[in-house]
């Protein structure tokens, strides 16, 4: 049994038994809004829309594409970035249509590389984004490797630091396969869930709570890779970060809760505008600087002020993404 499989059993059997999580959306429409509607905000604010969007009964690709800008830009104003979220939502909408005449069910059957390729043409619609409509909202079994993916596997020693995020969803491909499961891309969608909770409740950014986490046991000797247990660092991707006090005798923690949602965060003009700048991929700063057109500085500047806010995250190569 490959590495990957036996920590998807293990995780299955310790949450088995947790209350149930909250995940995506079974309707398929609101997995596919959902999906444009979550970058840059919360859950919190996309449930209101979705549930206006449902309310108003517009969960229907026919009907949105009707909708002026000025009414669906009101609509999912909660979400922020209205303006180039509803172009994405009605780009995506009348892709459906021309295709299958909004059938998604025949949408999906197609060949997945081609509907990638379709979903990737939009403006905006990263690979994160296109993976988590195929695999939600199209069933299709494609892992959709987010943050919490990358450190935990990252931690154990599975996959390398500077590992990108399309070797990575080859590694999972290749060690869970799905037809060996009854339920296919569920599969994926249980492991994406799992090592969601995981990482919210023992795998976080900067203290990790190795001690008490499930997944111990499959640590390399020595504990997480990239922890340095005498000085406190936990070194990344986005460099070195501080793990302030993190001990190895603290009590469990209790059962995991859903997060408390967070609330929406305030941006001033000059930090909306370098957000937009930046999508779901690795974006070089100096490209930024000529897109906004501001000093060198100033970008540089209000990026670092993004990160304590945690909107935007650094990466390798001097380059910077969406969180």
């Not at 104003?77 to 299958?100: S, Y």
């Amino acid at each position: 049994m490959s590495i990957l499989r036996q920590i998807f059993e293990t995780l299955r059997e310790y949450y088995e038994a947790k209350p149930d999580y909250q995940w995506w959306p079974e309707n398929p429409i609101e997995v596919i809004l959902g999906a444009v509607l979550v970058q840059g905000t919360t859950w919190k604010n996309v449930d209101k829309i979705l549930n206006e969007f449902k309310t108003k009964n517009l969960l229907d690709f026919q009907k949105i594409v009707l909708l002026t800008d000025e009414e669906l830009t009101a609509l999912i104003r909660p979400a922020g970035f209205q303006t180039k979220k509803a172009t994405r939502i009605k780009a995506l909408a009348q892709l459906i249509l021309e295709q299958n005449g909004g059938d998604l069910d025949r949408f999906f059957t197609r060949d997945v590389d081609i509907i990638r390729r379709e979903l990737l043409s939009i403006s905006g619609i990263g690979h994160g984004t296109a993976d988590n409509i195929l695999l939600y909202a199209g069933q299709v079994p494609i892992y959709m490797v987010d943050t919490f993916t990358s450190r935990i596997l990252t931690r154990h020693g599975i996959v390398t630091l500077h590992a990108n995020e399309t070797q990575i969803q080859e590694l999972i491909h290749q060690e869970l396969t799905p037809d060996e499961e009854p339920y296919g891309a569920k599969l994926f969608q249980k492991m994406q869930e799992f090592l969601v909770r995981l990482g919210r409740d023992y795998c976080d950014r900067t203290r990790p709570d190795c001690l008490h986490c499930p997944l111990s046991i499959y640590l390399p000797e020595g504990g997480a890779l990239g922890l340095d247990t005498k000085t406190g660092e936990i070194k990344s991707r986005n460099g070195t970060q501080r793990n302030d006090g993190a001990k190895r005798d603290e009590p469990p923690k209790p059962p995991l809760q859903p997060p408390k949602p967070v609330e929406p965060i305030n941006l001033n003009e000059t930090e909306l505008k370098i957000v937009e700048a930046i999508g779901e991929e690795p974006v070089p700063i100096d490209d930024i600087v000529i897109q906004v057109q501001l000093p060198v500085h100033i970008v540089r500047a209000t990026i670092a002020v993004l990160q304590m806010k945690r909107v935007v995250c650094q990466v390798e190569g001097n380059q910077v993404r969406r969180i």
